[in-house]
């Protein structure tokens, strides 16, 4: 587990300490939120917090370290700006909670085109993060493989949003190996024997003593390559594949749970958007359908379970995706 200085200071080092108020029983308590995403939310409480006079969220942008105090009965988090001052907040105890989630039904569109691949990318990723952070307590043994493809660099031409992540994913042989097994599953030669030339590369470089500018050069159009195979018709029952393997792995955790007013109002949508898909003369059911021989998904994005910790303009959200549409 996370200790509570830890999740604090990692978050100072990355420049996103957020702290988040909420009116208590006891008092005030204050959110710290470490990682919050589709596939999980890991927050500490600290409850009743006393905070001085003046203690904003805009104060905490010049934080330079933190420090937990617990030798004198509750908790200390003494907090130090880079001008020298100090906060300290006095709490009576820390909650760390983490829980995952299932998260395969909730697609984002932040980037036009591709939609399929990107989401395909945007779910192996959440499932790295979710272990490079928080360690194999987090994620079950099928995304444990799964995550792999984070490190696969021509998946990474498809990633959901504009950030270049080739420097969090690196392009590790492991990601090639796993993408030419999921290849080999799907039954799918010519795609597999284009990988494992791209991974006899990756392992020549490895084995370099010295930087090969040729080799690297073969490298990327080996990569640029397979990028373009990936969105190709031919493609898709190893994309197929990939979606299944991942909605196993998302099922394996729960379904958020809400308070019974957005949990109702939640059901409602999906009951209204089912009547419009079925007046559009659409077959199927919430959240597969079909029109004119072609699948159509009904996708969702759903707000946190602590409204405290979402976005002000964070609402559910129904979307319909070809998931077998790879342009």
Sequence with gaps: MLSLEDAVNEMIDYGVPEFRRCPSVSGEDLFIPYMMNDALECYYVLKNCRTPEGFTQDWLSGLADAEVNTSYGGGMLHLTHDDGSVVTLRYDRADYVMKCYRYHRIWHFWMPDHAVLRQLTYWVQTMADKWTYLGDEAVNEAENSLLRLAYFGPLRYYRPFRENLSGKYPDYIDGSEAMEEYAKEAGDAAFEAEVRQYRELLETLEQRQYPDPLLSLKIRAASRKLSSLL????????????????????????????????????????????????????????????????????????????????YEDYEFRIQLVYPEDLS
């Design 231 to 310: 969105c190709k018709e031919e493609r898709l029952p190893l994309i197929r594949l990939l979606q299944e393997k991942v909605r196993e792995a998302s099922e394996a955790w729960p379904e958020r749970e809400y308070d019974p007013a957005a949990a109702a109002g939640m059901e409602k949508a999906r009951r209204e958007f089912s009547e419009i898909m079925r007046l559009r003369g659409c077959s199927g059911s919430y959240p597969l359908f079909e029109e004119d021989g072609k699948k159509l998904l009904a996708t969702e994005e759903l707000p946190f379970t602590i409204p405290e910790l979402d």
